[in-house]
């Protein structure tokens, strides 16, 4: 293979795997400025649908439709499905720019197009890891995956940063950035990526697509509801809607899983289950996600809510300020992937995944024992502690997956692994504040009527303030506005003495009103992912250890496992092939 293709097919990739995972989280900083933009407020309870998609609804398209277009991707060119992503994504970014209307509207045609945004984004995401795969010698593929995996990673929290650079100038540029880098990426593409891998046309599996699609949408959907408030409930995990919708994503698996066994060209390539190390390393892929997915959200609420107004910065401030205090994650990450890709290239991905995962548990073991108001130093070194260890687990696992894959299956294989990865970050996100709302319930209420009333707000409305959702108070912090400011509105608050008023729209008072009853919530979330975090490590220990396929071995485990013959059957390094198929 030409040396030099290998590295243009890992650059290409990067910046599109960057470009799609930075879109993950450049709008959560920037949506102030873009709701501000089409006036539309986004923490009405009316308008809680929109806020939701808005932040879930790039992230449920990907989880959806990653499967389906590795799969294309292995029917009709991995290279000419990436590029087609490539040009669905820059286009959607260029109309998502040109937005004309406002309020509801406006807001229904951005959720419109950033989910035909994430469909590009899908595209991209599902062919890329098989693409530098097909392009890199086995001894490299570690290093290679892990520079990908890492970037991409660390885009969501780039994005952080980025978005809240832009956002200020103009919520269009948030969307305006990706147009041009788009554009580059698509015509580089086109113009020097190759279709080195094994395209094999078969019957597109459309009952399988059907089912999938809807079984996990239902069950995406239930957890966006999952964290709303439904009736006298803080959330919405007992009402009918989210009951029937789990109820009726999971039947809708069933039915797929049922048909993926009976069908000859199934979507969902079960069999690649029997693959040891492919089977542990996605469902570690999985733990790991569910335990960082929630993560950027909560870190963010922390610091905008709390951390940052208690050290001088203004509400309106604190979105960028947080990707900024964040970075030592970012750097840790960026750090640690790709060294422990090419390590892993030579000692197996086990000892550094699963080191890894007991890592991050010990840096949210840290993350769980500090203040709500911490020294910057130590908080510091817990989210770069958490940074290298999330690299050390996500190069090393990403390689051995993509490794244990026949060539003929990467795409659909890969997309498989990352559907669990975007699944669980969806769930993780539903799983984080449920429990940061629960920890809230208990004692928020109490606090903020007594602390209002104390500070000249009559008894009525401060009673009224502290039966509000919870969830709508760390929507406020999320989104960087005053809460109490935001809340109480200018009638309460031309009433009050100008003391009173000054202290509570202050940057001191809510985060001293809210830090203890957070500091619950934030010990059930953290404790949560510690556990996550350590089972992963233990499901990383039994993926077996390294191998690679020969091209013989390559060819006769495609066609056997496909068969249905165990992956014990496959022929082992070294012996006779002629020998083997004979037997």
């Known amino acids: 293979m030409n040396d030099r293709y290998r590295w243009i097919a890992l650059s290409n990739t990067t910046l599109a795997v960057l470009l799609a995972t ?6 959560l900083i920037a949506m102030p400025a873009i709701f501000n933009g089409i006036h539309l407020d986004p923490l009405l309870p009316s308008n809680s649908f929109y806020l ?24 009709f060119g991995r290279v000419r499905i990436y590029n087609l992503g490539f040009v669905v994504y820059t286009a959607a970014s260029l109309m998502l720019t040109i937005d004309w209307m ?36 086995r001894n490299q593929r570690g290093m290679a995956l892990g520079i990908n995996n890492i970037v991409g990673v660390s885009g969501m929290f780039i994005g952080l940063v980025l978005g809240g650079l832009l956002a200020p100038i103009h919520w269009r540029l948030v969307f305006l950035i ?37 079984g996990l949408v239902a069950l995406m959907v239930a957890v966006t509801y999952g964290i709303r408030p439904y009736g006298s409930h803080t959330t919405g995990w ?20 049922l048909i993926e066994l009976r069908t000859s060209e199934p979507m969902f390539r079960l069999p690649l289950f029997r693959i040891r190390a492919f089977s542990f390393g996605t469902i570690s892929t999985f733990l790991a996600a569910v335990a960082r997915g929630g993560l950027m959200f909560i870190l963010i609420i922390w610091l905008q809510g709390i951390w940052l107004p208690q050290h001088g910065y203004n509400f309106d401030q604190t979105p960028l300020w947080a990707g900024i205090y964040m970075l030592p994650l970012t750097f840790g990450m960026l750090a640690a ?25 010990i840096s949210f073991l840290i993350l769980l024992m500090l203040p709500t108001n911490f020294p910057f130093p130590v908080f510091a070194v817990a989210l770069a502690l958490s940074g290298i260890s999330m690299g050390m687990f996500a190069s090393p696992n990403r390689a051995a997956v993509m490794n244990s894959l026949p060539r003929a ?20 996100v539903g799983i984080f504040f449920t429990l940061m709302i629960v920890g809230l319930s208990a004692t928020l209420p109490g606090t903020m009527s007594s602390g209002l009333i104390a500070h000249g707000v009559p008894a009525a409305v401060a009673h009224k303030t502290a039966q509000l959702p919870p969830v709508s108070i760390l929507f406020a ?26 202290l509570i729209t202050g940057r001191s008072f809510f985060p001293q009103l809210i830090s203890k009853p957070f500091q619950g919530g934030l010990h059930e979330a953290f404790l949560f992912a510690v556990i996550a975090c350590l089972v992963a490590a233990g499901t990383s220990l039994m993926r077996g250890g390294r191998f690679h396929y020969t091209d013989e071995e390559d060819a006769y485990i495609a066609t056997q496992m496909m068969a249905g013959q165990e992956e014990e059957n496959r022929p082992q390094p070294g012996r006779n092939l002629v020998d083997e198929l004979n037997e």
């Open 337 to 361: 992937g790709p060294l422990s890709g090419y390590l892993s290239d030579h000692f197996g991905a086990r000892p550094f995944a699963s080191g890894g995962m007991i890592g991050t548990a």
């Open 409 to 428: 299956h990467r795409g659909a294989g890969g997309g498989m692994n990352q559907t669990f990865q975007n699944s669980a970050q969806v769930l993780s």
């Open 102 to 137: 406002t309020g509801r509207a406006g807001a229904s045609y951005l959720i419109v197009f950033r989910i035909v945004q994430g469909i590009g984004g899908a595209c991209l995401m599902a062919n890329s890891a098989a693409i530098i795969t097909d392009a890199f010698p």
């Open 178 to 214: 990706s147009v041009p880098v788009g554009l580059f990426g698509t015509v580089w593409a086109y113009l020097k990526l190759e279709e080195r891998g094994v395209s094999h046309r078969t019957h597109v599996d459309w009952w399988g697509n059907a089912t999938f699609a809807a």
């Open 52 to 75: 939701l998609w808005m932040i879930l609804g790039y992230m449920i398209v990907g989880s959806v439709l990653i499967v389906s277009l590795g799969r294309l991707g292995d029917m």
């Open 238 to 257: 007992t009402s009918p809607l989210v009951i029937a919708l789990f109820a009726g994503g999971v039947i809708c698996l069933a039915v797929f899983a």
């Open 477 to 502: 912090a999320f989104l960087g506005y005053n809460p109490l400011q935001h809340i109480l509105g200018p009638h309460v608050l031309a009433a009050l003495s100008a003391p009173n008023r000054a």
């Open 22 to 27: 930075l879109d993950i989280s450049i709008t």
